[in-house]
């Protein structure tokens, strides 16, 4: 058995929100706690879920995962959860309070990153307070990756 320091720490991701980095600019990450029923951890953990289209909102104080999409579990038959219910975040109160001055006095968003299973086994989500992209920075973007792409390929051919 190896030593308690050396263990690798592995994180199941379930759904990932990959136009999130493409369509916004990053500037902060956040690991959130989800509040989920028993069905909707059974869905998350077949790995069936999407963030595709989700946000986060600021109501109150707390923190709401909106439009999220966990289909229903198929073998809990009439105590299912509803798929796109909204859906509570934890965080602490500071981390509220720094996502709300970003909202409010810089006109950022939550955007979802991606939902895992920590090394514990609990339902985490990744969430970004971001900026939009304007399009000629999409297209920076999109120039910059092929630029790496070309340059990747060219040093693994010559050397």
Known sequence: MAPKGSQRVVKKIVAENRKARFNYEIMDTYEAGLVL?????KALREGRANIAESYASDEGDEIWLINSHLPEYLQANRFNHEPRRRRKLLLSKREIGRMRVGINREGMTLV????????????????????GKKLHDKRETAKERDWNR???RILKNSG
């Open 37 to 41: 029923t028993g069905t909707e951890v």
């Open 112 to 131: 979802p990153l991606k939902i895992y299973f920590n090394e514990r086994g609990r339902a985490k989500l990744e969430l970004a307070l971001a900026k």
């Open 150 to 152: 070309q340059k990747s």
